[in-house]
């Protein structure tokens, strides 16, 4: 640790377990702590489920109850109790020693939350997980069509389609905020250093207009979260395939049902949404277990011979792939997304083109074959010392972008 950087703020709407943001601040706030720093963590309701030692400090009501009245939606448009809180945090964090990191504040914070940190004079950095900067329903997905977005975003075209997954009403609350938010916000253009987690994003970034001309600005892979450690995978396998997360038609859920059944393939299925009760009806041959505890997932990857992430969009970094391989379990993935990028990275991947029925069920055709699986096994065997040095992979290189960043262009 340097005598410079002492303070790391961690900013994001949730301080409590909702999805793989959460996780992977968590797994840094427990590092950062452990090598000495000061840890703190703003977030939009009182609920923090956070390591031992680190400073919580919330922004307005709770943020479990799923509600959305008129209150929620004016405060994720702009929270004016944002800057009271940073207010209480400026007498006690000095700026010359601290870093604000934002990792998402479209739920509730608001973009109010960025301004009084900048307005205070600390030095940011913006991780971009999703397409929330830039897209106003954030995946850059038009759910009416259940296609990739082909429109440039706040683009008049854009703002006249309805590709909202509730309704046009819905879409008229994103256009706002996003209107406000590029008006008297935009990020990730003021931010200090602009952290990617997957090339696929910092592409599509650039590819609408956002500039990088910021020196820390970079790629940096979410690390594992959590306790690593192979399953047994020399016992027969009551699954031919595994799907972990929402059920929901973003997700391609209801193509991979489709295929495997084509197949003759055996599915469990681990996730809740929208679709869970019509493809449980539908497909009465494949298990849907809804959400289950960490312990239950491991034991469904013991038995299961492939993972399998079957999304239409383009998922910037979901922890999916690094949760299987470090679990001895080989990952089918879409082509032109940030599960895709990890193929440099790790060699017990199998890619698929996004969204094409055809291609999906070649790679599921190949990958069930005694002596490809074999291979693939082995594979990932040698992926295992690559996953196991990814959180201190990916602890190292946030903290040269703080240092950077403090320092000002100034050699770390």
């Known amino acids: 640790m340097t005598n410079k950087l002492k303070n790391i703020v961690f900013v994001y709407d949730f301080a409590f377990n909702n999805g793989g943001i959460y996780k992977v601040l968590y797994q840094d706030a ?3 702590l452990r090598e000495g720093y000061n840890v703190y963590f703003v977030s939009a309701g009182p609920e923090a489920d956070l390591p031992d030692g680190v400073v919580h400090y919330s922004v307005g009501k709770s943020q479990r109850s799923g509600g959305r009245g008129l209150q929620q939606v004016v405060s994720s448009i702009w929270n004016l109790k944002c800057r009271k809180v940073v207010e209480s945090l400026v007498s006690s964090l000095s700026v010359e020693s601290t870093i604000v990191h934002f990792n998402g504040y479209s739920m509730a914070l608001s973009g109010a939350i960025f301004n009084a940190f900048k307005d205070a004079g600390y030095k940011t950095v913006c991780s971009v997980h999703d397409f929330n900067y830039v897209c106003p329903n954030g995946v850059y997905y038009d759910f009416n069509r259940n296609a990739e977005c082909d429109l440039k975003p706040m683009g008049v ?5 309805n590709c909202d997954k509730r309704n046009y009403f819905e879409k008229i609350h994103r256009i706002t905020r996003k209107a406000v938010d590029n008006s008297f916000v935009d990020l990730p253009n003021r931010a200090d250093a602009v952290v990617y987690v997957s090339e696929s994003l910092r592409t599509v970034f650039n590819s609408l207009g956002y500039r990088e001309p910021r020196l820390w600005d970079c790629v940096i892979e979410n690390p594992v979260p959590g306790v690593i450690g192979a399953v047994d995978k020399s016992n027969s396998f009551k699954y031919d395939l595994m799907f972990v997360g929402r059920v929901v038609e973003e997700k391609g859920i209801r193509m991979l049902c489709a295929v495997a059944r084509k197949l003759g ?9 929208a679709l ?26 013991s038995a299961a011979k492939i993972a399998v992430v079957p999304s239409l969009w383009c998922e910037a970094s979901g922890l999916v792939v690094e949760e299987a391989l470090a679990m001895r379990q080989p990952v089918i993935v879409p082509s032109r997304s940030g599960a895709s990028d990890k193929v440099k990275r790790y060699s017990g991947l199998v890619v698929f083109e996004r969204g094409s029925e055809s291609d999906l069920e070649v790679a599921l055709r190949g990958v069930c074959e005694e002596g490809v699986f074999s291979r693939l096994l082995e594979s990932v065997d040698r992926d295992q010392k690559v996953i196991k040095n990814s959180k201190s992979e990916h602890r190292s290189a946030l903290i040269k972008v703080y240092e950077g960043v403090l320092l000002s262009g100034e050699d770390c």
């Open 30 to 32: 427990e590092d950062f």
């Open 276 to 301: 869970l009760e019509e493809l449980k009806s539908e497909y009465l041959e494949f298990d849907f277990c809804g959400w289950v505890s960490v312990e239950d997932v491991r034991s469904y990857r």
């Open 265 to 273: 393939l055996s599915l469990v299925v681990l996730g809740g949404g």
């Open 157 to 161: 075209s854009c703002l006249l389609r």
